[in-house]
């Protein structure tokens, strides 16, 4: 018997191994149909699907033998390995130096017949082989041959895959991670800008108030910038944190809400102008399956958009309107100034605004309509904005039953 000698890049075969996570799983129904698939076409008792480690050949599958490894010293598939292109064709093992005397010849499974196929990455590694086994002497026909080297492909695509699908759970979890980390990160920041805005702003406040007469009018300009500055950065901490808290929103449990119910308390809690009207057009008893919560932030988040942006004196309306289609269709429509339909998209990017051209209010932070977007596309759905015929705007997203 004469051993197996090492490839030359068996260190970098190795490691391309044990890349792929596979030594030691648990038996898997696609390796099972190959080897026995390949046991079929070849008309032999034995199947294998071996790979080659250090000091073992395993098996990830094995048809017609009970043992899972044996030692690499006693392999035929480690002489497999050593010509990644070729088949190893051994039509009697018993005729072979290479085998006379070996363990797995002379006692189970008798190998006495052995054609292996190398199992080759996209590098170019052998791993191991998919090979056929008697316990006697034959040859494979040309159509066995080439069957037996597509199934060894199809075994190569398996572990590729199988790769990949652990390398993308791998970042998946990464990006988890970060983004649990980030999110943390951005909320405690936020929390803590909160109360120093807070004594800034009450500190403006008393000077302006209390002090008003002592300060000169430059001086008084001054504190009224700081007073609007203070009040811009605390909605957009507010702003900040609501973003960050959208994700959280997603984890909830779908159940059935009323629209007509969840649109009368939001407009409720709202502080509505004088003369400013919220209508809703739909079934009164309307019920849709969806996160409650996750759809409660978007209707708030629309409407307080709408009254927030609607600078006419007297004569603010939103309308509403629930279109019961696959999937449901939701309108926000407004009498406002409108969107440009050139910032029609943009007005979903995080901190973008429409700017003093399209909207006076100093305290617009541009955060609302971006967790508007991550929350309905989080359910499924799409948002985006329309003209209407009144000159205002009219948001329109849809959703998917969960």
């Known amino acids: 018997m004469l051993p197996p000698p090492l490839p030359g890049n068996e260190t970098?075969?190795?490691a391309a191994l044990r890349s792929y996570a596979i030594l030691d799983t648990l038996p898997e129904q696609?390796?099972?149909?190959?080897?026995?698939?390949?046991?079929?076409?070849c008309g032999t008792p034995i199947a294998l699907i071996s790979l080659v480690d250090k000091q073992r050949q395993w098996f990830k599958s094995r048809y017609g033998l009970t043992t899972s490894e044996t030692p690499r010293e006693h392999s035929y598939c480690a002489h497999n390995i050593l010509d990644p292109d070729e088949l190893m064709v051994?039509?009697?093992?018993?005729?072979?130096?290479?085998?006379?005397?070996?363990?797995?010849?002379?006692?189970?499974?008798?190998?006495?017949f052995y054609t292996g196929a190398p199992l080759v990455d996209e590098h170019g590694y052998a791993l191991g082989s998919l090979c056929v086994?008697?316990?006697?002497?034959?040859?494979?026909?040309?159509?066995?041959?080439?069957?037996?080297?597509?199934l060894s492909r199809q075994i190569t695509r398996l572990l590729e895959l199988r790769r990949r699908e652990e390398e993308t759970q791998a970042l998946n979890e990464q990006l988890k991670t970060a983004y649990a980390n980030l999110e943390e990160f951005t909320s405690i920041v936020a929390h803590d800008l909160r109360a120093p805005l807070r004594?800034?702003?009450?500190?403006?406040?008393?000077?302006?108030?209390?002090?008003?007469?002592?300060?000169?009018?430059?001086?008084?300009?001054?504190?009224?910038?700081?007073?609007?500055?203070?009040?811009?950065?605390?909605?957009?901490?507010q702003g900040v944190l609501g973003y960050s808290r959208a994700l959280h929103t997603l984890k909830e449990n779908a159940t059935s809400v009323g629209f007509q119910d969840l649109l009368l308390q939001i407009v409720g809690g709202l502080d509505l102008p004088d003369d400013f009207s919220i209508n809703y057009h739909g079934l009164p008893d309307y019920q849709v399956h969806t996160n409650q919560l996750a759809l409660n932030q978007i209707m708030r988040n629309l409407l307080s958009n709408a009254v927030h942006h609607n600078h006419r004196a007297a004569g603010g309306a939103v309308e509403v309107h629930v279109h019961e289609e696959d999937p449901v269709r939701v309108t926000v429509s407004d009498?406002?100034?409108?969107?440009?339909?050139?910032?029609?998209?943009?007005?979903?990017?995080?901190?973008?605004?429409?700017?003093p051209t399209?909207?006076?209010?100093?305290?617009?932070?541009?955060?609302?309509?971006?967790?508007?977007?991550?929350?309905?596309?989080?359910?499924?759905?799409?948002?985006?904005?329309?003209?209407?015929?009144?000159?205002?705007?009219?948001?329109?997203?849809?959703?998917?039953?969960?």
């Open 90 to 112: 051994v039509p009697d093992a018993r005729k072979d130096e290479r085998f006379v005397g070996n363990p797995l010849l002379e006692g189970d499974p008798q190998a006495v």
């Open 335 to 355: 009498n406002g100034p409108g969107i440009p339909a050139h910032l029609r998209e943009a007005v979903f990017h995080r901190f973008q605004t429409l700017g």
């Open 358 to 402: 399209h909207s006076a209010s100093r305290d617009s932070t541009g955060v609302g309509l971006a967790i508007v977007h991550k929350l309905v596309n989080g359910l499924g759905g799409d948002v985006w904005v329309e003209g209407n015929p009144t000159g205002g705007a009219t948001f329109a997203f849809t959703l998917s039953p969960r």
């Open 199 to 237: 004594n800034i702003k009450q500190f403006a406040h008393i000077l302006r108030e209390e002090h008003a007469e002592d300060l000169p009018q430059d001086a008084a300009d001054v504190v009224e910038m700081i007073s609007d500055c203070s009040t811009s950065a605390h909605a957009l901490v």
């Open 12 to 14: 970098s075969r190795l």
């Open 30 to 41: 696609d390796y099972d149909d190959i080897a026995r698939f390949a046991a079929k076409i």
């Open 133 to 150: 086994i008697d316990n006697k002497p034959r040859e494979l026909d040309k159509d066995q041959l080439t069957s037996l080297k597509s």
